[in-house]
């Protein structure tokens, strides 16, 4: 893969910060786990068959934003004059939602200098691939990091002007703080007039119902709860413990005050679970009761004014934003002041 950042190691997540981080969560009351357990190899493929379920509006409805303004966006975030842009993603994954910014770059500029940031070696890999082969104008340079606890590795290309992506909601799995501590690392690797893109999933208002938004994360197919479950199923794997996935089930509620979706994996018995002695600790049994539940993620909801606010805690003002005509997503591009 062409200019990895020179790392001691691959970064790819270790079963020690998997034990250190299931140790800390399930002995917590309430017991929670970090949303980033959900992305071993099933559950990345898993969260690929959520974006296309019916119910999950989010992917589809950002794509079609940036189908419908790609070329103003990219013009925008060029502040409209010969400024050259490159691109650096945030938790880029695969990439495969970042084709269509891409090619309005090449329409602009003719060719890109693209740099995705992701924890895992993996995931940039094939992300490399994928952009190499179908958009032959675009330079990839795979970035490993883990952008929510490290400074961004980023190259400061000279006479080019950053368009940091930020898409997909992936904003919503942080607390109001986190989320600001996040955009705030983003913003330090920046210089004045560069731009941030944030994605940002909308709450529940006249054209979107909380039952709406409910189904996104409890579909019919079952696939989001199969989703929630296969964490367990990595604890099992991973560290040895003894999860009987039978004993759990996928749980996705509304939460008015916090303006967030929870999703918990509730106990329906008494029973125990045991977690091998490992380097982050000795051994563990856990004692579940009938109703008891892990909190394993907040998908939180914005407001065009908690966007604004977000963004302005981490010193960014809004340039421009858009919506579908359903008024579902949110995207907004922010200039870093
Ligand atoms: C990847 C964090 C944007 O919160 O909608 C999808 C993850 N969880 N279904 C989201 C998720 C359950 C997703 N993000």
Redesign the pocket.
Known sequence: MPFLAASPETLDITSNAIAAEARKGLTAHPRSLS?WLFYDEAGSRL?EQ?TELPE?Y?TRTERGIFAAHADEILEQAANGDKQTLTLIELGAGTATKTGILLAAALRRQGSVVYQPVDVSETALAVASENIQANFPGVTVRCQVADYTRDPLPLDRLPGLRTLALYI???I??FSPADATSLLRNVRSQLLPGDKLLLGT?LGPSANKSEATLLAA?DDAAGT?AA?NLNVLHRLNRDLGADFDLDSFSHKALWNPVHSRIE?HLESHTHHRVHIPANAAGPALTLAFSPGESIHT?N?YKFTPARIAALLQSANFNIAKSWQDTNHLFAVTLATAV
């Open positions: 949303p969260f959520i999950y989010l997909g909601s992936s919503g799995n999933d994360y989001t989703f999703m993620e998908s």
